[in-house]
């Protein structure tokens, strides 16, 4: 029972050395591992400002543990809302290596949160922006 309890704790400790939260209850990767005010940038990109989108891209590689699994996720419901074509656009202006962090991020965001692995045919610009890994990401393994 200790151990379990211990577990616990140490799982509630390290959420929240990953993200922040307001008062409504939603959680953001930390401030200090971004160094944006990401509630704020988050919310000008969800109402269609590409420079926020931008800058959301261009944290992609800062974060990590739950701060990088929550930033997956809004980079997710980003691209569905923005539509392939301008999510492309924005993201084909940055450096390689913000477009490679942005695609690894959603080829996770695709198989955690909406339980697939393919996403080409879907979003055929945004997944053509970077070499994916040999397009065989997460692929099943052989047994």
Request: net charge positive.
């Amino acid at each position: 029972m200790n151990k379990i309890l211990l577990l616990c704790c140490a799982f509630v400790v390290s959420w929240g050395k990953c993200v922040e939260g307001n008062e409504k209850g939603a959680d953001y990767p930390r401030r200090d591992q971004t160094g944006i005010d990401y509630p704020r940038v988050l919310a000008a990109a969800r109402i269609g400002d590409d420079a926020a989108l931008s800058m959301l891209f261009s944290v992609t590689r800062k974060v990590d543990g739950l701060g990088s699994e929550l930033h997956c996720h809004y980079l997710l419901e980003l691209l569905k809302q923005y539509g392939d074509f301008r999510f492309s656009t924005v993201l084909a202006k940055e450096p390689a290596s913000s477009r490679t962090a942005v695609i690894r991020a959603l080829n996770f965001a695709f198989v955690t949160f909406d339980k697939r692995r393919g996403w080409s045919i879907d979003f055929p610009y945004t997944y053509k922006l970077t070499p994916n890994e040999k397009r065989k990401v997460y692929r099943e393994p052989h047994i």
